[in-house]
């Protein structure tokens, strides 16, 4: 081999080990650095933390939560949550710089993980949590994101973030594992901080307890309309709790529900609800109505409350259609399929709620044979602009005239993706582009709304 040839294999090959290397250190990065907050999870953080316990061997941590974020994410979605723990992360990066003891470590529990920690070194003399720096650290922190959430990005949401702020000190001993001291003093930072939430948890399922009791439960309606004419064929029933509560907001209503177990309860009183209202409905409108996979298969629901219904109840079985929300519920769709027939053989219609939302659609609609497939708004928003959701739609479309269904296209707010949405095959649909749910019950179109 020439002399030349070698080097630049050398160097090709040095320069291959490079970008190997290179790589590896991003895939190790991804995977000890959250990408929405650009902070170090604990490991990372670990030899900062222990050269800390080196200078005065003890060490204060402050946890610090955003209460209750499952419930904001079940209402607003992740990328809600995701924005909100990068601007609490941003605000705590500002304290760091500002307030903090000099040489503080600022990281999250994991990567996607919801808590973030500080690690704080105490002077010798006061290493006590209750008063001190580490008290001082923690006000500062809880001040700090309070006035935050209590701004206008954060003022309108319910339920609005709240800051869950603990402190715990560590102090270094010699006869146990400094990690494992550590992963204590993190589970006593945080539950110093959790009391309080655990209290409001409390006082909040308590309140739902009394309004499933109490049958407080308000019913609106979105008209669904035929897309070529504009004409109303049906009305949605939507269920909300009292407007003066925190429950008024619909998923923080059922997802605490789930969480107490009484969503079986809470969904046939959001029915008992929606069919008293209903009554102000006319002989041929369609009465869209949401029940859970559970109670369609329950006795008293199908020999109580649609058995039951009055002579001149305003809207005809055959005009009253059972929604199925919460498919992730049915273990067993074959089996779901052939209980729910027995309600079809009594009149009523049958309708797939969020199609195309989730792995489970297909499956639903194979074995349950709806008579109104209804596609996720996630799918129709900016439908206009992207040929997969297109496709999608279209192919949708024709699953449902091969099985004699209609489809009701979902969360329709702008004119693009009226005409999207038509030119792809769907017959009906509703949304805020048209009316927002209300108790209202609109005859026609109003003037200067949707015109088609």
């Not at 990005?153 to 603990?166: D, E, L, Q």
């Not at 400094?178 to 539950?191: N, P, T, V, W, Y």
């Not at 559970?294 to 039951?308: Q, T, Y």
């Not at 929604?323 to 027939?341: C, L």
Request: glycine letters at 10%; proline letters at 5%.
């Amino acid at each position: 081999m020439k002399q030349g040839a070698g080097r630049r294999t050398a160097v090709a090959g040095g320069r291959r080990a490079g970008d190997g290397a290179h790589a590896e250190a991003l895939r190790l990065k991804a995977a000890l650095h959250d990408r929405v907050t650009d902070l170090p999870s604990v490991p990372v953080v670990l030899e900062t933390v222990r050269a800390l316990f080196q200078k005065t061997r003890s060490v204060g941590i402050v946890s610090v939560e955003v209460d209750p974020l499952a419930r904001i994410e079940s209402v607003y979605g992740w990328q809600v949550v995701d924005a909100l723990l990068k601007d609490a992360a941003a605000e705590l990066r500002l304290l760091t710089g500002d307030v903090m003891p000099a040489g503080a470590v600022l990281c999250q529990s994991g990567v996607h993980a919801d808590r973030f920690l500080l690690f704080l070194p105490l002077p010798k003399e006061a290493p006590g949590r209750r008063s001190g720096p580490l008290d001082g650290a923690r006000r500062a922190v809880e001040e700090r994101l309070a006035a935050r959430f209590a701004g206008p990005s954060f003022r309108s949401m319910t339920p609005r973030p709240a800051p869950c702020v603990g402190a715990a000190t560590v102090v270094e001993h010699p006869f146990f594992r400094l990690e494992r001291q550590i992963e204590r003093g993190m589970d006593e930072a945080r539950q110093s901080g959790s009391k309080g939430e655990g209290q409001e948890r409390a006082r909040q399922q308590a309140e739902l307890k009394r309004i499933i009791r109490d049958q407080r439960i308000e019913t609106v309606f979105q008209p669904i309309l035929h897309l070529d004419t504009g004409r109303i064929i049906g009305y949605e029933a939507f269920s909300r709790g009292p407007s003066d509560s925190i429950f008024e907001s619909p998923g923080l209503l059922f997802e605490c529900s789930r969480e107490v177990g009484m969503a079986g309860e809470l969904d046939l009183v959001c029915q008992r609800s929606a069919l008293r209202q209903a009554r102000r409905l006319s002989p041929g409108d369609k009465l869209f109505l949401n029940a859970l996979p559970a109670s369609l298969l329950d006795p008293g629901f199908r020999e109580g409350l649609l058995a039951d219904l009055p002579e001149d109840f305003p809207v005809r079985r055959s005009d009253i259609v059972l929604e199925i929300a919460d498919r992730n519920s049915i273990d067993d769709y074959r089996t779901f399929g052939n209980e729910v027939a027995d309600l079809r053989a009594r009149g009523f219609k049958m309708s797939i709620d969020d199609v195309g939302k989730g792995s489970s659609s297909l499956e639903s609609l194979s074995e349950v044979h709806p008579d109104f497939i209804k596609v996720d708004g996630s799918l129709v928003r900016g439908i206009e602009r992207n040929l997969i959701k297109q496709e999608l739609l279209r192919s949708l479309c024709q699953v449902a005239r091969a099985m004699g269904a209609h489809v009701v296209a979902e969360g329709i707010e702008t004119r693009d993706e009226l005409e999207a949405v038509r030119r792809c095959g769907a017959r009906y649909g509703q949304g805020y582009y048209f009316y927002k749910p209300s108790r209202e019950l609109p005859a026609s179109m109003s003037a200067g709304q949707g015109d088609m």
